[in-house]
């Protein structure tokens, strides 16, 4: 169990941070089979800030990973984050992310 006391699952040989999440990813399957929705990917990731040098040492890239990305059938698509908890990190690089992806909205779901 983790600190957030959210329990590791696994479904379709896939792991999933937590129950919420993976009963989420199993209603996206039914949606995506009840033609309500065109697909949806697992925890794509997004670089909010590139990678860099600073004299000689390299410095990371930012990236937010999400749950979800839903993709409707009229081609709209929207971030799908199921959430426990909002940590202070999750805030900051949820502005990150609004800021570089506008056209992108994250939907958070609470566990």
């Given amino acids: 169990m983790s600190k957030y006391k959210s329990r590791k699952t696994i479904v379709d040989n896939i792991p999933f941070d937590s129950l919420a999440e993976a009963n989420y990813y199993k209603r996206l399957k039914l949606l995506r089979k009840a033609g309500e929705i065109k697909d949806f990917e697992l925890q794509p990731i997004y670089i909010l800030q590139d990678a860099y ?8 890239p930012i990236t937010y990973k999400a749950d979800f990305l839903v993709t409707y059938k009229d081609g709209r698509k929207e971030i799908i984050d199921v959430k426990g908890m909002k940590t ?7 502005k990150m992310f609004e800021y570089k992806f506008p056209d992108l909205e994250i939907i958070e779901v609470t566990a």
């Fill in 53 to 60: 040098k600073r004299g000689k040492r390299k410095v990371q």
């Fill in 88 to 94: 202070e990190v999750y805030r900051i690089k949820k």
